[in-house]
């Protein structure tokens, strides 16, 4: 009824599993220097000729939006905010981008499709 003879050496037998794990952490330790690289790199996006300009960081996150008073014109209020959307969108895509170059050689270790 039970199972003789194979204990917890499961199936990578009595030392194949510790291999893999030790790669997975290590993989995990690259991952999370990464990240934290990520964290410190800043990339500056500007729209409309300098009117607007977004500071954003490799985790996505908005650090500043910086306005020239030029564009604050009570009758042009439509136009600054497409130009402010503009910014935000275009600084979260550079930062996306940053991000899959700096994490594609450790996803790519994994081989899992669609991590990235």
Known sequence: MGSKGKGSRGRFGPT???????QVQ??????????EELAQQTL???????VVQ?????QQEILSVSISPEAID???VEMLQDLIVAAMNEA??????????????????LN???LM
Not at 54 to 58: E, L, P, Q, R, W
Not at 102 to 107: D, E, G, S, Y
């Open 16 to 22: 194949g599993g510790g291999s893999m794990l030790k």
């Open 26 to 35: 290590q993989l995990q330790a690259q991952m999370q220097q990464a990240q």
């Open 44 to 50: 500056e996006v500007s729209v409309g000729g300098g």
């Open 54 to 58: 977004v500071v954003i960081n490799g």
């Open 74 to 76: 009570a009758a042009e």
């Open 92 to 109: 979260l895509r550079k930062s996306r981008d940053l991000a899959e170059q700096k994490m594609a050689p450790l996803t790519g270790a």
């Open 112 to 114: 899992l499709p669609g």
